[in-house]
């Protein structure tokens, strides 16, 4: 029997790349951040604007967490990975949590599409792997490690909102991997890694679809090809740079509304 597909998502009206594209041409840098080696930088991109995150100095992945300006929704990996697939390319939005569920960000551009699938099914920028985190790391291996993306985020979340750390924590959630090159062996269909094919120069970029805080890890593991959670792994920095172009270059687009479902559940 061949399989089915859970969510064909044909009914979506797809992203408009060639407004996006003109939009971005006329458009000014606004803003610039930097994610230092096992550490994080949080940012805010209003809806309308774009947000490119580069590699420079060295291979290096990042873990990317996405909310609403005032942090009452979030990125839904899960849903998100549902609707277009474990690994996210050019024209895949990142969705937000229920009730809510509409697109956060689109993605405009990528300068590692050109990997597409490896002889393992290894591809880049995965909604499959949840972040690194202290927690599992202790479960493993003991010890108290403060470098985790989760730990990151959770830093540049007290930073950003002035949240107490415990409150902070749980507003942090599954990311999109940025560069990361990530699947499942085939044999037990545990998730893998492998050094990422990102070099300096490469970047992906993305539309902000609402009104966004985000903030991006640069993880521990680096480029990803050994281990993380450890100071073992070399690390570079990540850029994060927000470009905002003319109102009137966006005519044609609105700001999506949120999910249409009535909330009543049958009651
Ligand atoms: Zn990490």
New binding site residues.
């Given amino acids: 029997m061949a399989p089915v597909i859970c969510y064909p998502t044909d009914s979506l009206p797809p992203a408009p790349l060639e407004l996006y594209a003109r939009a971005r041409k006329g458009a000014q840098k606004t803003g610039e951040w930097v994610a230092q080696p096992r550490d994080a930088a949080a940012f805010r991109v209003p809806a309308g604007s774009f947000f490119r995150i580069t590699c420079v100095e060295g291979p290096q992945v990042g873990?990317l967490n996405l909310w609403s300006a005032d942090m009452s929704e979030r990125f839904y990996s899960g849903k998100t990975r549902a609707l277009h697939g474990t690994h996210l390319g050019v024209g895949n939005r990142m969705w937000s949590s229920f009730p809510s569920l509409r697109p956060m960000a689109t993605m405009v551009a990528d300068t590692l599409a050109w990997y597409g699938a490896d002889e393992f099914g290894g591809r880049v920028h995965d909604v499959i792997g949840t972040?690194?985190d202290p927690h599992t790391h202790h479960l493993l291996s003991g010890g108290q490690y403060h470098h985790?993306?989760h730990s990151n985020l959770t830093r540049a979340v007290v930073a950003e909102t002035g949240l107490p750390v415990d409150q902070a924590a749980t507003l942090v959630h599954d990311v999109l991997n940025v560069f990361m090159c990530t699947g499942f062996t085939r044999d037990t269909g545990q998730y893998f890694m492998k050094a990422s094919p990102v070099r300096p120069g490469d970047y992906v970029e993305f539309f902000a679809e609402i009104d966004l805080v985000g903030a991006l890890?640069a993880?521990?593991?680096g480029d990803c090809g050994s281990e993380?959670s450890s100071d073992t792994a070399p690390c570079h920095p990540l850029l994060i740079e927000r470009f905002t172009p003319d109102a009137a270059a966006l005519s044609g687009w609105s700001s999506p509304a949120r999910n249409g479902y009535d909330g009543t559940h049958g009651l």
């Fill in positions: 873990d972040r690194c985790c993306c890890s993880c521990p593991g993380h």
